[in-house]
């Protein structure tokens, strides 16, 4: 167990719709990545929050964004749903010069 | 831009030595790290290199070489559930981790 819990597990949902995964880091961590996986494919950073604030931006498309909030939990809010948006999504939490742990990942399904 | 590559499959046989490469092209440098992911599970940390030279973990090495933006990671004594994707990523220097696709590695008996 890394201590990066992400919710929900799997998700289905249809094409135009929005919706909103969550990360908890773990206790300590004030970075927060967010990364896409499609099937067969590399990880891709969308987006790292540190304390609460943007701190890098990857190839993140304008239908997603995401906060940390003040308790550091954080969320990726991805709308207008496409096919090709079907991936797993991972959070993962660092401290300043660590390495980053990672959440068991969303199965995000768009049908 | 940036960019980390990696070679897409490598196929070596249980009990023999494997090293995969990783080379990088990034703006700023801050560690580079190796993961290790199961199909469809969280990548794993193995190692982290920051300045230049070999790290050793049981049988797992990986080496780093800044000048060259080059680093490889070498598996020993293979086994069967070493068959996974190897993932090399840098930290750079705005703080951003980026991975390279990562190498898929089969082992066979």
Same mark, same amino acid.
Request: proline residues 2%; contains cysteine; charged residues 15%.
């Given at each position: ?14 094409? *135009? ?11 300590g $961590? @004030? ?6 996986? !499609? /099937? ?6 969308l ?10 931006? *990857? ?6 964004s995401?906060?940390?909030f003040? $308790? @550091?939990h954080?969320?990726?809010?991805l709308? !207008? /749903?496409?096919?090709?948006?079907s991936?797993?999504?991972f959070?993962?939490?660092s ?14 399904t768009?049908? | 831009?940036?960019?980390i ?18 080379t ?19 990548p794993?940390?193995l190692?982290?290199?920051?300045l ?17 933006g080059?680093?490889y ?6 086994q069967m559930k ?24 089969f082992?066979?008996?």
């Amino acid at each position: 167990d890394s201590g990066v819990t992400q919710t929900p597990k799997h998700l289905i949902t249809a094409t *135009g719709q929005r919706v909103t995964l969550r990360c908890s880091p773990r206790s300590g $961590d @004030l970075s927060v990545y967010w990364y896409q996986q !499609s /099937l067969d494919q590399g990880l891709q950073f969308l987006i790292q929050y540190y304390n609460g604030e943007e701190r890098a931006k *990857g190839n993140i498309l304008e239908r997603f964004s995401a906060q940390q909030f003040p $308790d @550091l939990h954080s969320e990726l809010n991805l709308s !207008s /749903l496409e096919l090709g948006d079907s991936a797993l999504y991972f959070c993962a939490s660092s401290s300043q010069n660590t390495e980053a742990f990672f959440g068991q990942g969303t199965r995000l399904t768009v049908v | 831009g940036q960019n980390i590559d990696q070679p897409t499959e490598m196929t070596a046989t249980e009990g023999a030595i494997v090293q995969i490469n990783c080379t990088y092209q990034t703006s700023g440098f801050n560690g580079l790290f190796w993961y290790q992911q199961h199909a469809g599970e969280a990548p794993t940390f193995l190692s982290y290199n920051v300045l230049d030279g070999l790290e050793e973990k049981g049988r797992f090495s990986s080496f780093l070489s800044r000048s060259k933006g080059y680093s490889y990671l070498l598996l020993k004594e293979l086994q069967m559930k070493d068959s996974a994707s190897y993932l090399c990523a840098v930290r750079t220097g705005g703080f951003k981790t980026i991975f390279g696709a990562g190498t898929r590695l089969f082992v066979k008996a």
